[in-house]
């Protein structure tokens, strides 16, 4: 008999977690915390082919359980220096976070340096941004890809790049900091494509970024990802192509260009063979902090030969399957 599903808690928040990030060139402490709320006003259009996030949302959340969700995750705050708040989509949407319970969430976290939260660009706007406390804000910008392109047609994000540019423009000159999130291998593109996408676009990010954060396509529940991901029609990038995304890229720039890979190592997740991959995400997590090429150098194991001959491989082929699952017993899903 199937297990029913228990009811999601309106009061606690989705998950807390601490890790490291960077202030002005310095390594600290970071605590991380998902909210549930209300949900992405896009994904109830239909949303981005990748993202399984609104899972978590819910509709008749009121701002008083947003409140107690912020009190209960305070009880786990030891003083980190960054805070970073995730909801199912915009942080300055009023719809999912009102002004009063941001409001809520800075005076509860008033030690800490900087709180990072995540919004659309439609949101980040003059009259918004004058409503946050100076100095201590950083806002995520999702801008996946400078390709308009990919970024409707592969990732169905629903805005374009001249969006992205006005948001950056308006917290420039509010004197707010900017994390870039980029995406590397969106559905339908090559192992190829998707590295010289994210080459291209961490070049044009780097006009206005802060910082640059690589996100490796992760495969969520619920998702056309999913769908493809089972029929065996795409495959989360090869955590080489990521090492190779980041070498290339950082040569284009002095902007700090980082990745903690969701799902690494995982089937759903970047990977490569078993053997090497957690060897290969140390030496990522090295270089996400240290900026230093030299730590991505000195990367080997048996099975980047076949990487590579699948990168070529599905160039010659004009296809983006996974096609080690069409040639192999298809692992467990």
């Not at 040569?251 to 260009?257: A, G, H, I, M, Q």
Request: hydrophobic residues 35%.
């Amino acid at each position: 008999m199937r297990e029913e599903r228990q009811a999601p808690d309106k009061t606690s928040p989705v998950t807390v977690w601490k890790e490291d990030d960077m202030i002005d060139g310095q390594r600290v402490r970071a605590m991380v915390v998902i909210l549930r709320t209300k949900g992405c006003w896009w994904a109830k259009k239909g949303g981005c082919t990748m993202c399984g996030y609104n899972v978590e949302s819910l509709d008749d959340l009121t701002s008083d359980d947003l409140r107690s969700q912020i009190s209960k995750a305070a009880l786990k705050y030891e003083g980190e220096r960054m805070v970073k708040v995730y909801t199912s989509g915009s942080f300055l949407d009023e719809n999912e976070m009102p002004s009063d319970v941001r409001d809520v969430l800075f005076e509860t976290f008033a030690k800490a340096d900087k709180v990072l939260f995540e919004s659309r660009p439609e949101f980040i706007t003059e009259e918004m941004l004058a409503k946050l406390p100076k100095g201590r804000c950083v806002v995520a910008l999702g801008l996946e890809t400078e390709s308009d392109d990919v970024r409707s047609k592969c990732i169905r994000k629903g805005f374009r790049r001249a969006d992205i540019e006005k948001a950056a423009e308006n917290l420039k000159a509010a004197g707010i900091p900017i994390r870039t999130y980029l995406i590397l291998k969106p559905p339908f593109l090559t192992e190829k494509q998707a590295m010289d996408d994210t080459i291209r676009s961490i070049a044009f990010a780097s006009s206005f970024s802060d910082s640059i954060s690589i996100n490796p396509l992760n495969v969520q529940s619920g998702t056309v990802v999913e769908d493809m991901w089972r029929r065996g029609d795409l495959r989360p990038p090869w955590l080489w192509s990521l090492v190779e995304t980041l070498r290339e890229g950082k040569r284009l720039t002095s902007v700090r260009v980082m990745s903690a890979p969701s799902g690494g190592a995982t089937a759903r997740g970047a990977h490569n063979c078993g053997k090497c991959d957690r060897k290969v995400l140390d030496a990522v997590e090295r270089f996400s902090f240290s900026q230093n090429l030299d730590d991505l150098e000195g990367l080997d194991c048996e099975c980047r030969v076949r990487w590579r001959a699948e990168v070529d491989l599905q160039g010659v082929m004009r296809t983006t399957v996974d096609m080690s699952r069409h040639i192999e017993d298809e692992p467990e899903l």
